[in-house]
């Protein structure tokens, strides 16, 4: 059958276990893009500059470890810029508890209404409200707290540099959830041999619905492989049901 091809050529192209091993390779890039900015801030300026810095590049890179539909560059120049912002403003309110209260307690409120976009956006938020609060000891003027936004917005450029020159796993959480859709429809298909009745998880065709959703920019790099093959699962899969329920008289 034609969706049965389609998964044995996801399979066959590396969409599942085999691309778990690359796992390390996404560490090492993080951990480069920390180094690459520590060191020269550490050797010109000072170890306060090289604390923002690694606070930058390190929570943009942690951001693209999350399974995300987005491409990672986007996501680490995300990070970095939320937590440039939240160092800046975080220093103009700390002088006086007044200011700075109410702007933690909003603050920390946006950041949780951030999980209802998804786990990245919340995680990427909750990262900016630990970061005001150890950041916005390190500036001592508001050119300093500038300058000290820079550098954290400047580690999250590093990290999306380094994903734009050494992509590791593209498309990889897109193939994932690809895969998944095919063998949930695979293993329903083989249940309903023994159970015509067996019932079927939506969830894996949900998510492979939600991974199809892609920007513009993303569909003219989308592999072919990634194009066809959700849909003719979500076409296959009540046409197998109805042929195993005898109730439709198959």
């Given amino acids: 059958m034609t969706w049965l091809r389609a998964f044995r050529e996801v399979v066959r192209s590396g969409l599942t276990i085999e691309e778990t091993r690359l796992e390390p390779l996404l560490a090492l890039r993080t951990a480069a893009g920390v180094a690459i900015v520590i060191g020269p801030t550490l050797w010109l300026v000072s170890p306060a500059y090289a604390a923002s810095a690694a606070l930058g590049a390190y929570s943009a890179g942690g951001a693209t470890f999350q399974r995300t539909w987005r491409p990672r560059k986007v996501i680490a120049l995300g990070a970095g810029a939320g937590l440039a912002l939240s160092t800046f403003v975080g220093y103009l309110a700390a002088g006086r508890l007044v200011t700075f209260l109410p702007l933690l307690a909003v603050w920390a409120f946006?950041?949780?209404?951030?999980w209802a976009v998804g786990s990245t956006a919340g995680i990427v938020a909750a990262t900016t409200v630990g970061s005001m609060l150890v950041t916005i000891t390190l500036p001592t003027s508001v050119g300093r707290a500038l300058e000290h936004a820079g550098i954290i917005?400047?580690?999250?450029?590093?990290?999306?540099?380094?994903?734009?020159l050494f992509p590791i796993r593209r498309w990889g959480a897109h193939r994932d959830a690809l895969a998944d859709a095919l063998a949930a429809v695979a293993d329903h298909a083989r249940r309903l041999r023994h159970d015509p009745?067996?019932?079927?998880?939506?969830?894996?065709l949900m998510t492979a619905r939600d991974a199809?959703?892609?920007?513009?920019s993303q569909a003219r790099t989308r592999p072919p492989v990634l194009h066809g093959p959700r849909?003719?699962?979500e076409r296959?899969?009540?046409?197998?049901?109805?042929?195993?329920?005898?109730n439709v008289g198959a």
Avoid: C, W, Y
Wanted: proline share 14%; glycine share 10%.
């Fill in 212 to 216: 199809a959703a892609v920007t513009p």
């Fill in 153 to 164: 917005a400047l580690g999250g450029v590093a990290q999306a540099v380094l994903i734009l």
């Fill in 236 to 246: 296959i899969r009540p046409v197998v049901a109805a042929l195993a329920d005898p």
């Fill in 197 to 204: 009745t067996a019932p079927f998880d939506p969830e894996p």
């Fill in 110 to 114: 946006a950041a949780g209404m951030a």
């Fill in 231 to 233: 849909g003719l699962a």
